[in-house]
């Protein structure tokens, strides 16, 4: 889906419009990798206006990944958020993706430069249903990947860092290809990991399972979100090592993310997932979605108004 255009980028402190937001070709993070990011979402509520949803949870990540690679942001958290909440307003939007992004710039050669300046943007622009609006009504079909995530000890995988979506990139396309919505990454030891850009949940005589942090997964805040959205309902969420024939054995599996928000699945490697009924995950659907139209209440103060 192409992007589609707002007006104006927030560019190291100031609203830039949309054709000037450009970098050098030599700039770091194209070379290497080192670039930190988030992806978030600002939704347009029937009780609160234009709200950015977790929006402090996404600048706390985006600041420990920035820790991680020694990646400078010179801003605070507080600071970051009105910066989203700008970005949205002034560029007139309703609902909107997000894209905040600390990246090392033009200035030295070498993996581990210290030297190059940070360049710190922060996008936004409408972005519909990632997975799709059939997806999120009924289902996707999914396929298990031949590419392994990157093992702990490597590239860290609860870092959201550019460098990452080369692993993401070749699992995605390789679904793709054979005619799959998404591919599910293995972890290096077999187990299941996650999708390409998206937390994975099954649920199974009642119970639901994701993998946990070690997993090689991104602890996702959509993730987080389900999970205390379906403990609040009442269901178990256990977060456990997933074999690959446990997705076969699954009553119900859906995706997670901020772009996938909450995906059912409906087969995995051509199998059916369950009876093709799928109560929990409507439940957690109506839950989610629920904090914008006010119907689920945002105990949690997840919901932060733009205006
Ligand atoms: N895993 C990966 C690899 C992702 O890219 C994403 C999307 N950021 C997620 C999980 C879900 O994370 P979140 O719910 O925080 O968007």
């Not at 995530?149 to 054979?178: C, F, H, Q, W």
């Not at 076969?248 to 997932?273: C, H, I, K, N, Q």
Request: hydrophobic share 40%; with cysteine; net charge negative.
């Amino acid at each position: 889906m192409p992007i589609q255009e707002a007006q104006f980028i927030w560019r190291n402190g100031k609203m830039v419009p949309w054709a000037e937001a450009t970098t050098h070709v030599l700039t770091h993070g194209l070379h290497y990798g080192s670039g930190v990011f988030e992806g978030m979402r600002a939704y347009n509520t029937k009780h609160k206006g234009v709200v950015v949803f977790r929006n402090r949870e996404h600048i706390e990540r985006l600041m420990f990944s920035s820790r991680v690679y020694k990646i400078n942001i010179g801003y605070s958290v507080d600071e970051l958020m009105q910066v989203c909440r700008d970005v949205v307003r002034e560029n007139g939007l309703d609902s909107a993706y997000i894209r905040p992004i600390a990246f090392l710039g033009y200035g030295e050669m070498g993996p581990a430069s210290q030297a190059c300046d940070t360049d710190l943007v922060i996008a936004a622009f409408p972005w519909g249903a990632y997975l799709g609006e059939e997806g999120l009504k009924n289902g996707i079909d999914v396929a298990v990947s031949s590419w392994r995530r990157s093992a702990p000890g490597t590239i860290p995988a609860g870092v959201k860092a550019a460098g990452n979506y080369l692993s993401s990139r070749l699992v995605s396309m390789e679904a793709k290809d054979r005619g799959f919505a998404e591919g599910i990454g293995l972890s290096h030891d077999g187990l299941v990991s996650e999708g390409a850009g998206e937390n994975l949940f099954i649920a199974i005589k009642g119970r639901l399972i994701t993998p946990p942090a070690g997993a090689s997964i991104l602890t996702g805040i959509t993730r987080d979100t389900v999970m205390t959205l379906a403990r609040k309902l009442g269901y178990e969420v256990v977060e456990q090592a997933i074999p690959r024939e446990m997705l076969y054995a699954a009553d119900e599996m859906f995706l997670t993310g901020t772009a996938a928000e909450v995906t059912p699945v409906r087969s995995v490697d051509r199998l059916a997932v369950g009876s093709g009924e799928r109560p929990i995950t409507r439940q957690i659907q109506d839950a989610f979605f629920g904090l914008f139209t006010g119907e689920t209440e945002d105990e949690w103060g997840w919901l932060d108004p733009v205006d």
